[in-house]
């Protein structure tokens, strides 16, 4: 069964920083470039950051840009983000997206995680 | 950045009713980069058409995706009880961007 299971969310003050994972199985995962994508409470979706299989190419919405790092281990199966300068705005549930075909992260995303909530708050 | 509007903001309807919900963007993409996805409370959103009108591994046949160029349609033939629920359009010809959704609730 293809499955992503994020971690690393939780209580964070404004200005500081976390680091949120995603383990991936049951396909490939080398193959597949991948996404985040974030929710904050009570709207609607926003991609956030993604990544290609090898992991040489990487691309970030501008509202994340400069702060927030994505990154892979392929012998670990597993996707990060790195955020960093953390405001009250990225409070969200973050989601891992694998697209629906190999190849870049401009797919549709079929397998989604289960999300990991980020709140941002003093 | 290619905006994506989803009407209406709220669709109130009875089960087994028709539901039409729109998505037009900002500029004209390929059908080739439109997706549609349903969302539940508490739930990640579950794709449901991609390449506007292919429908997804295991969903039902009474969803069905139309449309090219600016304009863009997920119907819903006859509505079931599990069908209410929030839906995203999204577009992928550039950075990935989604709709602000639309609201299928039970009248």
């Known amino acids: 069964e293809v499955q992503l299971l994020e971690s690393g969310g939780g209580l964070v003050q404004p200005g500081g920083s976390l680091r949120l994972s995603c383990a991936a199985s049951?396909?490939?995962?080398?193959?597949?470039?991948m996404s985040w994508v974030r929710q904050a409470p009570g709207k609607g979706l926003e991609w956030v950051s993604g990544?290609?299989?090898?992991?040489?190419?990487?691309d970030y919405a501008d509202s994340v840009k400069g702060r927030f790092t994505i990154s892979r281990d392929n012998s670990k199966n597993t996707l990060y983000v790195q955020m960093n300068s953390l405001r009250a705005e990225d409070t969200a549930v973050y989601y891992c997206?694998?697209?629906?075909?190999?190849?870049?992260?401009?797919?549709?995303?079929?397998?989604w995680g289960q999300g990991t909530m980020v709140t941002v708050s003093s | 950045e290619i905006v994506l509007t989803q009407s209406p903001g709220t669709l109130s309807l009875f089960p087994g009713e028709r539901a039409t919900l729109s998505c037009r963007a900002s500029?004209?993409?390929?059908?080739?980069?439109l997706a549609w996805y349903q969302q539940k409370p508490g739930q990640a959103p579950r794709l449901l058409i991609y390449g506007a009108s292919s429908r997804a591994t295991g969903i039902p046949d009474r969803f069905s995706g139309s449309g090219s160029g600016t304009d863009f349609t997920l119907t819903i033939s006859r509505l079931e009880p599990e069908d209410f629920a929030v839906y995203y359009c999204?577009?992928?010809?550039?950075?990935?961007?989604f709709g602000q959704g639309t609201k299928l609730e039970i009248k």
């Open positions: 990544i290609s299989g090898s992991g040489g190419s990487t």
């Open positions: 999204q577009q992928f010809v550039t950075s990935p961007t």
């Open positions: 500029q004209s993409i390929s059908s080739s980069y």
């Open positions: 049951g396909f490939s995962f080398s193959n597949y470039a």
């Open positions: 997206a694998k697209p629906l075909k190999p190849g870049g992260w401009n797919r549709a995303f079929d397998i």
